[in-house]
């Protein structure tokens, strides 16, 4: 019950692991960009997206982070405890982001693991060998970062606490008052 009354809304939590079901969210931003068309940007009501996640699977994590970028509807991402992994990547994606005090966000290459014969690992690691890249590109696009500070720091768990957020750009202000998001 409490899901249909956030979501009428327009507030959504991300706080499982991404996977194929965090993008049912995609649906949903999906559906209200279709309910907003001819609504100037500026009168349309934000989509909200509360971060608490550890991360999750690559792949889901940038077909969500797209689609928020691409929504003419503002989405505003805010990290509410953790935003680890793919939750940095997608608290990223926002059009205004936001953390609260004391939470943290932890940025690094990912995790993978593959089986099979010789050659499929091998082209198994080839590709995720380019979307690590890819990844860097999009951290290095959206945030502060630097280049030479993210390649030192994302082969390790690069743990952020709120005031680092800022620093980096991950995000634009510490949330202070519910109300800001409220809107």
């Given at each position: 019950?409490?899901?249909?009354?956030?979501?009428?809304?327009?507030?959504?939590?991300?706080?499982?692991?991404?996977?194929?079901?965090?993008?049912?969210?995609?649906?949903?931003?999906?559906?209200?960009?279709?309910?907003?068309?001819?609504?100037?940007?500026?009168?349309?009501?934000?989509?909200?997206?509360?971060i608490?996640?550890?991360?999750?699977?690559?792949?889901?994590?940038?077909?969500?982070?797209?689609?928020?970028?691409?929504?003419?509807?503002?989405?505003?991402?805010?990290?509410?405890?953790?935003?680890?992994?793919?939750?940095?990547?997608?608290?990223?994606?926002?059009?205004?982001?936001?953390?609260?005090?004391?939470?943290?966000?932890?940025?690094?290459?990912?995790?993978?693991?593959?089986?099979?014969?010789?050659?499929?690992?091998?082209?198994?690691?080839?590709?995720y060998?380019?979307?690590?890249?890819?990844?860097?590109?999009?951290?290095?696009?959206?945030?502060?970062?630097?280049?030479?500070?993210l390649?030192?720091?994302?082969?390790?768990?690069?743990?952020?606490?709120?005031?680092?957020?800022?620093?980096?750009?991950?995000?634009?202000?510490?949330?202070?008052?519910?109300?800001?998001?409220?809107?």
């Amino acid at each position: 019950m409490n899901y249909w009354k956030l979501a009428d809304k327009r507030i959504f939590y991300i706080q499982d692991e991404i996977s194929e079901y965090t993008l049912e969210i995609q649906k949903a931003i999906l559906s209200i960009n279709i309910d907003d068309q001819g609504i100037e940007y500026d009168q349309r009501k934000p989509i909200v997206l509360l971060i608490h996640t550890p991360g999750g699977y690559l792949q889901e994590t940038m077909s969500l982070a797209t689609m928020i970028i691409m929504s003419k509807t503002p989405i505003i991402t805010v990290n509410i405890g953790m935003a680890y992994s793919g939750g940095a990547l997608l608290l990223l994606a926002g059009h205004k982001r936001y953390a609260m005090k004391y939470s943290k966000a932890m940025i690094h290459t990912g995790s993978g693991g593959m089986s099979g014969t010789y050659e499929q690992t091998e082209a198994a690691q080839k590709i995720y060998r380019k979307q690590v890249d890819e990844m860097s590109q999009y951290i290095l696009e959206r945030s502060k970062i630097a280049k030479k500070t993210l390649t030192k720091n994302r082969a390790t768990d690069w743990y952020m606490d709120h005031d680092e957020q800022i620093k980096y750009g991950l995000v634009d202000e510490i949330l202070n008052n519910l109300e800001d998001i409220l809107i």
